[in-house]
């Protein structure tokens, strides 16, 4: 699907215009054009990105692959950049990335990406509301798709500190399975989290820093609040991540004492026994029984041995040590 928006002195003057239309407008200097492609044919792709804009082969093939790592690249009329947004996979209990791709020039962006991304839908319905704000000009329309799109890390973020605040609130309750999958699903979201966010902390670093020329000196400010955002959802992470080493060396300590606690019932219960086993060895008990002169007599001693094995499994199933 390819959608397009012409702004002029941040009005919204037209949507979704044909693509011979959208090449004659970008000779007009007064005139601000984002194309949005969202899981494009390759040929639609191509005639786009080539054809009308001319973008760079290296670039185009950046777009058409997967790339895992976030970048920036700039060319002679225009910037290339690759982002990531975080997704939740439910079967696979851990966040995967959204690729999104933006070509940023003087007088227009492109958008590229596979998937549906919230973060278009809200700019879109931004614009709608209010064009004059966030459709001055590329630098700031593509500073409101990164602002949306790094509002996607805050509901995970939240989700794995409930997930970690219950977890702690119930660690004494916890089955000792249990809590040992879910400590290790969590550190694999967080770390999951941490991998999509800490890498673009440099692509939006550069941009705050006003290495390029093709964003405004006074919108430095708004991606260094960008940049902020990230720096505090990778401390987050950080804390997390020590968080669930704390929680896992407490359930540990715990199932020492536990252990402990059973050694040493068992180390009593052997102690008291071990008379028993003494005398009964010493003398090897060679005198007469009256049990042996009952009926089934080995019948018996296997019910005896039967019932204190059962008592001793139910004593030990009690406790919680089975």
């Given at each position: 699907?390819?959608?397009?928006?012409?702004?002029?002195?941040?009005?919204?003057?037209?949507?979704?215009?044909?693509?011979?239309?959208?090449?004659?407008?970008?000779?007009?200097?007064?005139?601000?054009?984002?194309?949005?492609?969202?899981?494009?044919?390759?040929?639609?792709?191509?005639?786009?990105?080539?054809?009308?804009?001319?973008?760079?082969?290296?670039?185009?093939?950046?777009?058409l692959l997967v790339s895992e790592q976030p970048k920036i690249d700039e060319y002679d009329r225009y910037l290339f950049m690759i982002l990531h947004a975080p997704n939740f996979e439910i079967k696979e209990r851990q966040f995967?990335?959204?690729?999104?791709?933006?070509?940023?020039?003087?007088?227009?962006?492109?958008?590229?990406?596979?998937?549906?991304?919230?973060?278009?839908?809200?700019?879109?319905?931004?614009?709608?509301?209010?064009?004059?704000?966030?459709?001055?000009?590329?630098?700031?329309?593509?500073?409101?798709?990164?602002?949306?799109?790094?509002?996607?890390?805050?509901?995970?973020v939240d989700q794995i500190s409930a997930e970690i605040t219950d977890m702690e609130q119930n660690i004494l309750s916890i089955k000792a399975t249990h809590i040992l999958e879910d400590v290790i699903e969590l550190k694999n979201e967080v770390r999951s989290v941490r991998q999509i966010a800490n890498p673009q902390r440099e692509v939006i670093g550069r941009i705050a820093r006003g290495e390029f020329k093709l964003v405004r000196p006074h919108l430095l400010p708004y991606y260094r609040d960008l940049l902020d955002r990230l720096k505090r959802t990778t401390d987050l992470t950080d804390m997390y991540r020590e968080s669930l080493n704390?929680?896992?060396?407490?359930?540990?300590?715990?199932?020492?004492?536990?252990?402990?606690?059973?050694?040493?019932?068992?180390?009593?219960?052997?102690?008291?026994?071990?008379p028993l086993v003494a005398v009964t060895s010493f003398y090897g008990m060679n005198f007469a029984m009256p049990e042996l002169k009952w009926h089934y007599p080995h019948l018996w001693v296997l019910a005896i041995t039967l019932f204190f094995t059962g008592m001793i499994y139910l004593f030990l199933k009690q406790k919680k040590w089975l």
């Open positions: 699907m390819i959608r397009s928006f012409v702004f002029s002195q941040g009005k919204l003057v037209g949507e979704n215009l044909g693509l011979d239309f959208i090449k004659t407008m970008l000779f007009d200097d007064d005139a601000q054009i984002w194309v949005d492609l969202e899981n494009p044919t390759d040929a639609e792709a191509t005639n786009l990105l080539d054809q009308i804009f001319n973008f760079h082969p290296l670039a185009i093939e950046d777009c995967s990335p959204v690729e999104l791709d933006l070509f940023i020039g003087k007088n227009f962006l492109v958008s590229f990406h596979r998937a549906p991304m919230q973060c278009i839908a809200n700019t879109i319905d931004r614009i709608r509301k209010n064009a004059a704000a966030v459709a001055r000009a590329p630098d700031r329309l593509s500073y409101t798709l990164i602002d949306f799109l790094l509002d996607n890390f805050e509901p995970a704390n929680l896992l060396q407490v359930h540990l300590n715990l199932q020492q004492m536990q252990v402990n606690q059973v050694i040493k019932v068992l180390t009593v219960l052997a102690t008291l026994s071990l």
